[in-house]
């Protein structure tokens, strides 16, 4: 387990991590960092500047970057996506992920998210800032969720959804792939197929 003075709290079985920070707070730590490429079965923590993200020359390497405060976050940002890497993951600042979280390739989790324990999220997921993903919640690939939603617990969001501003989702639900839930909108029941849920409680719309 991983526990970091940016609330970044997870681990993540076979996939290191690059943790962004300024040059003060990595010299004020006792963490051993160098650039090289990560190839041990075991996962490794490499702390790093701004300036040094500049040398990883890297093209396929499987590892989550961590960015440690919102000064760093946007140059990190705009560096990354001039790179070809196509299997890292990107977590920013003040997040709190669970030990046995699973975060998917090419997935981006925004600022101030909580994600809580044995909850899966699948590949190329956008996880805007300020939402609550409850315990043991499966989050299909390439899924949108929205700043400030709420999922509860023991949910399954199937591949390819779209989870709206501010809604919510009640815990036990299954929400079939290629759905959509509006923004401020309650999903209370699980739907029998994909569809566009507004309102509250959330109610598929006619199209």
């Known amino acids: ?23 003060r707070s990595i010299i004020s730590t006792d963490i051993n960092y160098k650039l090289h490429q990560y190839k041990s079965p075991t996962q490794s923590v490499l702390r790093i500047s701004i300036e040094q993200l500049f040398d990883i020359e890297s093209s396929n390497e499987n590892f989550i970057v961590t960015i440690e405060n919102a000064q760093l976050r946007s140059e990190a940002i705009q560096y990354i996506n001039k790179k070809t890497w196509n299997q890292i993951s990107v977590i920013m600042e003040n997040c709190s ?23 899966t999220i699948g590949d190329n997921v956008l996880i805007y800032p300020a939402c609550a993903i409850g315990h043991k919640v499966t989050v299909g690939k390439s899924t ?23 809604s919510n989702i009640a815990t036990h639900i299954n929400l079939p792939a290629n759905s959509k839930i509006g923004g401020f909108s309650s999903l209370t029941k699980s739907p029998e197929s994909a569809g566009h849920f507004i309102g509250t409680p959330a109610r598929k719309a006619i199209t």
């Open 144 to 166: 949108l969720i929205q700043g400030g939603a709420f999922v509860g617990g023991s949910t399954i969001i199937g591949d390819n959804c779209q989870i709206g501003l501010r």
């Open 1 to 23: 387990m991983i526990f970091d003075r940016t609330g970044l709290h997870f681990n993540i079985p076979d996939r290191d991590i690059i943790q962004i920070g300024d040059e």
């Open 97 to 119: 992920i669970m030990p046995d979280v699973v975060v998917g390739i090419g997935t981006v989790i925004f600022p101030m998210n909580v994600i809580l324990s044995e909850t």
